[in-house]
């Protein structure tokens, strides 16, 4: 996403000032034939470009003349940063081959070698526990969906699906896990099983998920005909509940296979799905279909009001309450936007702060020009730029992945995104500040299925 872009950009030009004036540089260059003045030019030069590209990242969005100046920016910024990874390269190899030629490669990076095959990230299980204190507005939805899957409600299929559709960030997923964790499913189900699909469909792993879920064992050999033929055998005669969490697929030979095996299942068996494509339920022509509103402005200002305060009653702040209630209008009624705000207005109570953020011309952007809701774009432009490019950098995480707090920091450590501290400090407590700021500003939330481990919503990775 483009706002994502010139912050990393932003930040690029800021890590190309310091590695131009690096020790790594200036070794190499030493005695080369370059005017020093060349680079006392160089920086201000920076400097300059930058400062452009901070005012561009808000008038790129109306002027595509400006767009196309900060795209032409990236490729030479890019092609910069590639010249100073071969002078470090280069740089590097001469100091090892000049001041530790008795010792390894590996020992003089304090490399460790990783497992083999071990991918970087690996999709960890999706998670189906909720936090049910941070929801506001929803049980009355939740107690129609659960009339559906009452027992005494009879269906005419053999199973019944359920669609729970609308935008992104109303909280879809989180009625889904209300419903799941509700006592009553596991009175009314032989079996449960709860599978985040996501953009990439694949029934293998699907079929897998829902047999580790209903606690069947599989072993790493077994092919997709093979898992199916084993989940027909679990699901046979017994009455379950699926539950296929932001679902995009709309092929329909794909969701026919994946129901093959479901067929075996006892009368009244349900699968629920939840996702933002109308599209996805003409391909499945399930009825009914469950459209989830946005919330009341009453519960948005009681979800905006618990992260942007701090758990402190509203009214011990009377000069912010109104400037509040006015930004949680703006909202829309969308859960993920009143978090998201409340959490960046969380630890500022000047209410110049305040209006700043209600009267942004960020709320003037269409959601279809970007696919963002603004005031999630608002959110994000409002972070400081050091956040902004450890943000950023997160892009790399796809949709769906848990991280661990430290190998995030490590990350970014190794990328050079942290500053560091005035006083020397330590590196890795400043990249612990740079984690709670996000996660207190609701971009990371803390994953309910492993408690180390943290993830991003769906639509925070639209940023990346």
């Avoid at 027992?151 to 299929?157: D, I, V």
């Avoid at 026919?256 to 499945?284: F, H, W």
Wanted: glycine share 6%; net charge negative; charged share 30%.
């Amino acid at each position: 996403m483009a706002m994502v872009g010139e912050a990393f950009l932003s930040a690029s030009i800021e890590v190309l000032l310091d590695r131009i004036v690096s020790g790594d540089v200036l070794w190499l260059i030493k005695g080369k034939k370059l005017e020093a003045v060349l680079l006392k030019k160089l920086k201000p030069t920076l400097m300059s470009v930058k400062a452009v590209l901070d005012d561009g990242e808000n008038k790129q969005i109306t002027n595509p003349n400006v767009k196309s100046w900060t795209d032409e920016l990236k490729n030479v910024v890019y092609d910069a940063e590639d010249l100073l990874d071969e002078i470090s390269t280069e740089a590097l190899r001469n100091k090892i081959e000049s001041e530790y030629q008795t010792t390894t490669m590996k020992q003089v990076l304090g490399l460790k070698e990783r497992y083999k095959g071990e991918k970087a990230f690996q999709r960890m299980p999706a998670i189906s526990l909720v936090d049910e204190s941070d929801v506001y507005g929803r049980d009355d939805e939740k107690e129609e969906i659960m009339k559906l899957l009452d027992p005494q409600n009879l269906s005419e299929n053999q199973i019944a699906m359920i669609p729970i559709v609308g935008m992104g960030g109303l909280g879809k997923t989180t009625v889904a896990q209300l419903i799941y964790n509700d006592p009553r499913v596991d009175k009314w189900f032989d079996r449960k099983a709860w599978v985040c699909v996501s953009e990439e469909f694949d029934a293998f792993k699907v079929t897998k998920t829902i047999l580790e879920e209903i606690k069947c064992s599989c072993d790493g050999n077994q092919n997709l005909n093979q898992l199916q033929l084993k989940l027909k055998e679990q699901l046979s005669g017994k009455k379950y509940l699926i539950i296929l969490d932001d679902v995009w697929n709309k092929n329909y030979f794909h969701w026919k296979d994946l129901a093959s095996p479901c067929t075996s299942g006892a009368k009244n068996s349900k699968i629920i799905l939840t996702t933002r494509d109308e599209n996805v339920v003409a391909i499945i022509r399930s009825v009914p279909t469950y459209h989830l509103d946005v919330l009341s402005d009453d519960d948005c200002w009681k979800l905006f009001a618990k992260h942007a305060f701090d758990g402190s009653s509203p009214t011990k702040h009377p000069d912010l309450m109104a400037i509040g209630e006015a930004i949680v209008k703006r909202c829309g009624g969308i859960p993920l936007a009143a978090k998201a705000l409340g959490g960046l207005l969380r630890c500022k109570s000047d209410a110049y702060e305040w209006n700043k953020i209600l009267h942004s011309n960020f709320w003037d952007i269409p959601n279809d020009a970007t696919n963002i809701l603004p005031a999630l774009t608002l959110s994000y432009h409002y972070l400081p730029s050091h956040l902004k490019r450890c943000f950023a950098y997160c892009s790399i995480f796809p949709k769906d992945y848990e991280f661990e707090k430290e190998e995030l920091i490590q990350l970014w450590m190794a990328e050079g995104l942290l500053e560091l501290p005035k006083d020397n400090g330590d590196l890795e407590e400043r990249g612990t500040e740079y984690f709670k700021d996000l996660r207190l500003r609701s971009f990371f939330q803390q994953s309910k299925g492993k408690k180390s481990c943290f993830v991003m919503h769906d639509l925070i990775s639209d940023f990346g």
